[in-house]
């Protein structure tokens, strides 16, 4: 398996990052994280619509809630067309929780839990951690990635600005 050293950081410690490099112009992995409700969502499933695809490490940390929510509040505004998905490790009951406690009702959640498929075919394992690094992935409606943002530092929010810039080429 690939490994990407010193491209995130954790409170300025150097990660290694396990799996395939995704690219822009790469064509989205498909595939199964669990949903929810334990059934099996496809990558696939979202193809027709923008995609963008928030990875955080953890639901339940600071960051990663402030990154969820933001987003959550963005899809509000997208459209019918575009869709916003928040990837982590955490046990779907876990997301499930804050999904409810946060009111979080215009995203969609999976988990990568099982055996990091989305984390590996993505580059974004962290070896150190077993934990996905924070990122934001745009796919077009036929699953090609035309967007990529890497957040080096993994305590950091994302640059949602640049996000939604993007965003509006797409569509």
Known sequence: MNERKGLIT???KPLTLVGRELKVGDSLP???LTAPDLSSLKISSFRG???IISTVPSIDTEVCDLQTRRFNGEAR???PD???LTVSMDLPFAQTRWCQAAAADRIRIASDYKEAAFAKAAGLLI???HLLARSVIMADKNGKVV???LVPEVASEPDYEDVLKALA???
């Open 10 to 12: 954790f409170q300025g």
């Open 30 to 32: 498909d595939v199964a």
């Open 49 to 51: 619509k923008t995609l």
């Open 77 to 79: 505004k997208i459209g």
């Open 82 to 84: 575009a869709a916003i």
């Open 127 to 129: 070896k150190e951690l």
């Open 147 to 149: 967007y990529i943002q």
């Open 169 to 171: 080429r797409v569509s």
